[in-house]
């Protein structure tokens, strides 16, 4: 950290601040982790953080781990982990394969937060014993 005349240079830390109960970004369950701000003389050089996510697809407890950059305009872009397979509870799906090339987008329109996911990978999907 260093305050001079050019104003405030220094890298901003904090981790923990929101546990998974207490996120809510349009009904989609998070946690916050870890935040981290850069500045460079009184201007923001990158702001990030990261967590855990629930779609509103997935079952309860099955969350992603993400990562998420802070665009100018109030823009976030999420990165999600998923490389694992998930089971989705809706269309009677079975195993669902998501790859790295998944991502959120985070839009905010007077202070409130609203996702979208962009999935990206395989889904299988079992009939039933009726033949449905």
């Not at 202070?111 to 999907?125: E, Q, R, V, Y």
């Amino acid at each position: 950290m260093l305050i001079d005349n050019l104003g405030f240079t220094g890298t901003l830390v904090a981790s923990n601040l929101i546990q998974m109960n207490e996120g809510n970004m349009d009904a989609w369950s998070f946690s916050l982790e870890d935040l981290r701000v850069d500045i460079e003389a009184n201007s923001l050089v990158a702001a990030g953080f990261g967590g855990r996510i629930q779609m509103p697809i997935t079952e309860d407890g099955q969350t992603f781990d993400y990562s998420a950059y802070i665009n100018p305009g109030d823009e976030y872009l999420f990165q999600i982990s998923p490389a694992e397979e998930r089971s989705f509870p809706m269309w009677q799906a079975g195993e669902v394969t998501l790859t790295e090339a998944s991502y959120l987008e985070v839009l905010v329109i007077n202070k409130k937060f609203f996702p979208k996911a962009h999935l990206h990978g395989n889904m299988s999907i079992t009939a039933g014993s009726d033949g449905v």
